[in-house]
């Protein structure tokens, strides 16, 4: 599997982005999509995840800012992130954990970079 993350910029705090990841491969059954992000010298945190019965979870300091959003005919991935702020600013790396071969795997993207800042 593999997992090709977009959307990553510069933006002005109070603006909003728009992240994608595609997924592609075979053989592999997802049952979450997430989101995550890492920013210099913290660890990586969870942003937002999406289940296959599309239950969804955000930590507090993203909550009713983001919105991560599927489309299964794409097996794409999205992130919608609105009234960004810097401590937004983080690398933005995509997630999926699923079924592949009878074993639970998770795979990750190579990032997107968010940059907030006026």
């Known amino acids: 599997v593999q997992l090709q993350a977009s959307g990553g910029g510069l933006v002005q705090p109070g603006g909003s982005l728009r992240l994608s990841c595609v997924a592609s491969g075979s053989g592999f059954n997802i049952n979450q999509w997430g989101w995550y992000r890492q920013a210099p010298g913290k660890q990586r945190e969870m942003v937002a995840t999406?289940?296959?019965?599309?239950?969804?979870r955000y930590p507090d300091s993203v909550k009713g800012r983001f919105t991560i959003s599927r489309d299964n005919a794409k097996n794409t991935v999205y992130l919608q992130m609105n009234s960004l702020k810097p401590e937004d600013a983080a690398v933005y790396y995509c997630n999926v954990v699923g079924d592949e071969s009878g074993r639970i795997a998770t795979y990750w993207g190579r990032g997107t970079l968010v940059t907030v800042s006026s």
């Open positions: 999406i289940t296959r019965g599309d239950n969804t």
